[in-house]
Antibody, heavy 119, light 108 residues
Framework: QVQLVESGGGLVKPGGSLRLSCAAS????????MTWIRQAPGKGLEWVSY????????YYADSVKGRFTISKDKAKNLLFLQLNSLRVDDTAVYYC????????????WGQGTLVTVSS | EIVMTQSPATLSMSPGERATLSCRAS??????LAWYQQKPGQAPRLLIY???TRATGIPARFSGSGSGTEFTLTISSLQSEDFAVYYC???????????FGGGTKVEI
């Protein structure tokens, strides 16, 4: 079955960095766009970034552009999100999600990893 | 940017009742609309895509309708496990600048 398992979250000071990982299994990783979506405590969902099957096409939300970098290791079925210049308002649960082959919606989600930015 | 607005913010219901959740787009999104369910402490789960197609394994009591700017998620007879937050999402815009609706909480 499809599994997405995020890791790498934690407590970091403003201006710091973290690298999130998402281990994918149960499907052909290289056949799907992948995405990161975040949710601040008690708030709604906010899309963060997309990466294409080849990794050559990448998009970011304006709120993270220039600070976050999405990447993937196709051989190891891993998705990454490098978070730099972190701000307090980046505090959120970060979910990786699979983009469906039927359209740009998200058909499987990981359980999320919490990033807390605080001094 | 297309803005998705959900109403009401909170829906107080009883088990067995019919729940109707609304989602409005600031401009036409045709039928490129998905719905997700999120229970406390869990990741969202895809319920509906293409405005009306149920995702794999989703019970038939969940149905979606609408096109253009007005969409509805209906839960025909609420079960205890359906009390959750529901989000709509416009999909298939390119390049993707994805926005979700603010959510509707269905509570007892």
């Amino acid at each position: 079955q499809v599994q997405l398992v995020e890791s790498g979250g934690g407590l970091v000071k403003p201006g710091g960095s973290l690298r999130l990982s998402c281990a994918a299994s149960g499907f052909i990783f290289n056949d799907h766009y992948m995405t990161w979506i975040r949710q601040a405590p008690g708030k709604g969902l906010e899309w963060v970034s997309y990466i294409s099957t080849s990794g050559s096409t990448i998009y970011y939300a304006d709120s993270v552009k220039g600070r976050f970098t999405i990447s993937k290791d196709k051989a190891k079925n891993l998705l990454f999100l490098q978070l730099n210049s972190l701000r307090v308002d980046d505090t959120a649960v970060y979910y990786c999600a699979r983009v469906s082959e039927a359209g740009l919606f998200f058909d499987f989600w990981g359980q999320g990893t919490l990033v807390t930015v605080s001094s | 940017e297309i803005v998705m607005t959900q109403s009401p913010a909170t829906l107080s219901m009883s088990p067995g009742e019919r729940a109707t959740l609304s989602c409005r787009a600031s401009q036409s999104v045709r039928t490129n609309l998905a719905w997700y369910q999120q229970k406390p402490g869990q990741a969202p789960r895809l319920l509906i895509y293409g405005a009306s197609t149920r995702a794999t394994g989703i019970p038939a009591r969940f149905s979606g309708s609408g096109s253009g700017t007005e969409f509805t998620l209906t839960i025909s007879s609420l079960q205890s496990e359906d009390f959750a937050v529901y989000y709509c999402h416009h999909h298939d815009n390119w390049p993707p600048q994805i926005t979700f609706g603010g959510g509707t909480k269905v509570e007892i």
